[in-house]
């Protein structure tokens, strides 16, 4: 059996999970020392203890802001298929539209 540190598997998921734990400490030292407010930029200590204790209603906000972004992403691919089915019925529609079409880039 080979050593731990010669699977490639076991490099390929303790080497992100040991430099995110690493980028976490840094995170979470640094703006203790930099005496950095909360309410500008949260420590991750403060971010666990706010889904602790507010964690029910973070998670309905959550599904709110989920729901209204799959609404939001169903409307503009039907609208955007929509607009690029008229796009192509006629050249004359197309070069009337297009520059309203590309301004918006």
């Known amino acids: 059996m080979k050593p731990l540190l010669q699977s490639e598997t076991f490099v390929r998921i303790a080497a992100p999970v040991g430099v995110g734990i690493v980028l976490f400490c840094l995170w979470e030292i640094g703006f203790r020392l930099a005496v950095v407010p909360v309410y500008l930029f949260p420590k991750p200590s403060d971010i666990f203890t706010s889904l602790m204790h507010n964690g029910p209603s973070l998670l309905r906000a959550l599904l709110v802001t989920l ?15 929509l607009i690029a089915f008229v796009f192509v019925q006629s050249r004359a529609i197309e070069i009337s539209l297009f520059p309203y079409a590309s301004c918006c880039r």
């Open 67 to 81: 729901r209204v972004t799959l609404q939001a992403f169903a409307l503009a691919v039907v609208l955007g298929t």
